[in-house]
């Protein structure tokens, strides 16, 4: 094979696909001389809500705060406690943490890596306010179960959507499937912004409301400060591009459940290599395509070496990290989540990489695996 160089995602082909309506989105904004709350953002939220089927969407500033001021907004805080799964980006704990509340980890199922509705069953306490699931990867959790558990305990479920723009399970939208869901728009994410962005999403009434003016000081006549806020807003320029990027979301997403497939064809059956594992109720939008090998770090080694460039999500669960050293868990607490974080690798994957750059990955893994039989 001849040496490539495969990125792990192409960030500069979806502006280059996409240069006239971006570009035109830009110039909009600038002519319009208002860049902070204005009718960009007004058009994102009625655009994203109805493609997600959910009655609200207010935008915010990043994932991290959709996921704080949606806690906020329920009251959630000091003496509470938030279901969230020990694997997971550590953004779904800090949220948790920023509203003073404590997270509760939980196990994941081994084969979909999301959480698991038996282990969560089993950590609520009289403390638990609420169940915040990640579809992590791009792939739905189970939240039927999840919907009923919260329903027989008085909880809320807040769906962590940061990576799953498109996700559906059972043919439902992910983003409107639990009591509110945060979103981010990080520019890696399936839909990207170009700088930081997010968005809550909700069909609750009273609580869509009190987002609104959570992310602008807690006011809703400018300068009438009713509670302490937040100044998290989702900008003019931002949703602009959003607004450019939304009606190629599921085009873009059917591109790399190509590439998911190639790989899951060609990569069937390798010893040691585990495969991403999705239920006939989810349809994947392949945020990361994740595999996991008890040599992970020689495989990455010899991919790199190869030009192929590979991530890790995420190399130290949030119950090891530096972070939470407060809380101190000790190693061997949560054994799935430590599995993932020593054997997952994340093979490039995107909507602007070729079957024959998939097709060289698949290449270079076969060869790692022959040589070290
Ligand atoms: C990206 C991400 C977030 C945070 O989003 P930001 O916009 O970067 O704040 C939260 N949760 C998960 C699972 C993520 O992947």
């Known amino acids: 094979m001849t040496q ?209 003016m959570l992310r602008n000081y807690g006011s809703q006549v400018k300068y009438y400060n009713e509670f302490k806020g937040y100044n998290s807003r989702l900008d003019e320029l931002q949703a602009a591009f959003l607004r450019a990027k939304l009606p190629h979301l599921e085009e873009w997403n059917q591109r790399r459940a190509k590439i998911a497939a190639y790989y899951l064809e060609h990569l069937a059956g390798l010893p040691d290599l585990t495969l991403p594992f999705a239920p006939e109720w989810c349809s994947p939008i392949w945020h990361i395509f994740p595999v996991l090998h008890p040599r992970r770090d020689e495989l990455q080694k010899y991919l790199s070496g190869q030009g192929v460039d590979t991530l890790i999500h995420y190399p130290i669960p949030p119950h090891l990290s530096g972070a939470y050293a407060d809380m101190q868990i000790p190693q061997g607490s949560f054994p799935l989540a430590e599995h993932l974080a020593a054997c997952e690798l994340s093979l490039p994957m995107g909507p602007h990489l070729s079957l024959e750059d998939a097709a060289y990955v698949v290449g270079v893994i076969r060869q790692f695996i022959d040589s070290s039989k």
């Open 4 to 212: 490539r160089k495969v990125p792990f995602l192409d960030m500069k082909s979806p502006y280059l696909e996409l240069k006239a309506e971006l570009d035109a989105a830009y110039q909009r904004v600038m002519d319009s001389g208002w860049y902070i709350l204005g009718g960009e953002v007004k058009a994102f939220e009625q655009e994203y809500a109805a493609y997600c089927g959910a009655r609200h969407c207010l935008g915010v500033g990043n994932g991290l705060e959709a996921l704080h001021l949606i806690l906020r907004g329920y009251g959630i805080g000091g003496g509470d406690e938030v279901i969230v799964p020990s694997n997971t980006y550590i953004a779904t704990w800090l949220a948790v943490s920023y509203a003073g509340a404590r997270p509760v980890p939980v196990e994941p199922d081994p084969h979909t890596y999301n959480l698991n509705p038996l282990r969560v069953e089993a950590a609520i306490t009289p403390q638990t306010r609420a169940i915040l699931p990640v579809h992590l990867y791009g792939q739905p959790a189970d939240i039927d179960p999840l919907m009923e558990l919260a329903g027989r305990h008085n909880l809320k479920v807040i769906e962590d959507a940061a990576q799953a723009q498109g996700t559906r399970y059972k043919g439902r939208q992910t983003g409107a499937l639990g009591h509110a869901a945060g979103v981010s728009f990080y520019p890696g994410k399936n839909l990207g912004a170009l700088g930081d962005a997010g968005a809550v999403l909700t069909d609750d009434d009273g609580l869509a409301e009190k987002i609104r």
